[in-house]
C-alpha cells in the first residue's frame, strides 16, 4: 500500500516562517510520497518561496509540486523553480517523474493547468484574439499534461494538477467563476492517459471528492477545503480474482 500526503494552496508569505515544518518533520512515518498542488506562494515572489522551502527541508519522503497561478504572479517562476528545486523537491510542468516504492513503480504526472470552462459553460477558440489565445493556452496545456500522463508506464499513474479537471469539486465556489478555476480538457488528459487518482487545488471554497467523468478518483486538497497540513491517501488497487486452477 503506497501512501500519498497531498496538499495545495499553502500561499506562504514572507512571515510564514516555521508555519508547517513541524507537521513535515517525521512525515516518513506517515506517508511515502508528497504532492503539493500549486500555488504555494501568496505572490511568486522568490524570497516567499524560500521561506516554504526552509520548511520543507525537514521533509524526510520525496516531493514533487506543481505551480499555481499565484505562484506566477512576479512574473519569477524559473527563480522559484530553482528555491524549490534547491531544496530537493521536482516541479513538474507537462512533465512526470517515477518513483520505485515499495516494489512498486508509482508515476507522477504533473501541470499547473489552466481554466476554460466545463461542457456546457466553457469557452471556445472563436472570436477576439484574446479568447482565442486563452481557450487555445488551455487546450495546449492540457494535451501536453495528457502525454505526460499517457506516457507513463507504472503500477500507479497519479495526476497532480492545480486547476480543475471536474466541476464536482467546485461546488461551494461562485458558478461564475467556474470557467477560471478549471477546465473539460484536463479530465480528458486524465481518462485518456488513464491515471488512477488526481489531486489539484486552486479551488478554496470547493469540496474534497469528485471525479472524472472516466471515473478518475479526483481530489480537491487545496489546504482551506482539507483543513489540515496535508492529507493522506492510500494507492491500494483492489486484488483481482485469483485465476481458477
Ligand atoms: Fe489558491
Ligand atoms: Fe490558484
Not at 508515476?107 to 466545463?118: L, N, Q
Not at 507504472?154 to 461562485?174: C, F, N, V, W
Request: with cysteine; charged share 20%; aromatic share 8%.
Amino acid at each position: 500500500m503506497i501512501r500519498v500526503a497531498a496538499v495545495g494552496d499553502l500561499h506562504f508569505d514572507r512571515k510564514s516562517q516555521n508555519r508547517l515544518a513541524e507537521h513535515f518533520l517525521g512525515l516518513e512515518s506517515k506517508a511515502d510520497l508528497f504532492l503539493l498542488a500549486g500555488d504555494l506562494t501568496q505572490t511568486g515572489h522568490p524570497e516567499e518561496m524560500r521561506v516554504l522551502a526552509e520548511d520543507l527541508r525537514t521533509c524526510p519522503i520525496p516531493i514533487v509540486a506543481v505551480l499555481g497561478n499565484h505562484d506566477y504572479h512576479s512574473d519569477q517562476v524559473q527563480q522559484v523553480i530553482q528555491i524549490l528545486e534547491e531544496a530537493r523537491v521536482t516541479v513538474l510542468e507537462g512533465s512526470a517523474i517515477v518513483f520505485e516504492l515499495k516494489g512498486q513503480s508509482i508515476g507522477v504526472a504533473g501541470a499547473k493547468g489552466f481554466g476554460g470552462g466545463f461542457i456546457g459553460a466553457c469557452g471556445s477558440d472563436f472570436g477576439e484574439p484574446e479568447m482565442k489565445a486563452f481557450m487555445r493556452h488551455s487546450k495546449s496545456s492540457a494535451r501536453k499534461f495528457e502525454t505526460a500522463v499517457r506516457d507513463l508506464h507504472t503500477d500507479y499513474k497519479i495526476a497532480l494538477l492545480h486547476y480543475s479537471p471536474t466541476a464536482q469539486t467546485l461546488i461551494g465556489e461562485r458558478k461564475e467563476i467556474y470557467p477560471f478555476l478549471g477546465s473539460y480538457s484536463l479530465a480528458e488528459a486524465i481518462d485518456y492517459g488513464k491515471a488512477d487518482i488526481c489531486f489539484h487545488g486552486h479551488a478554496h471554497a470547493g469540496v474534497e471528492r469528485g471525479e472524472t467523468p472516466g471515473g478518475c478518483p479526483v481530489r480537491n486538497v487545496a489546504q482551506p477545503v482539507i483543513r489540515h497540513a496535508f492529507n493522506i491517501y492510500t494507492l491500494d488497487r483492489p486484488q483481482l480474482p485469483k485465476p481458477m486452477p
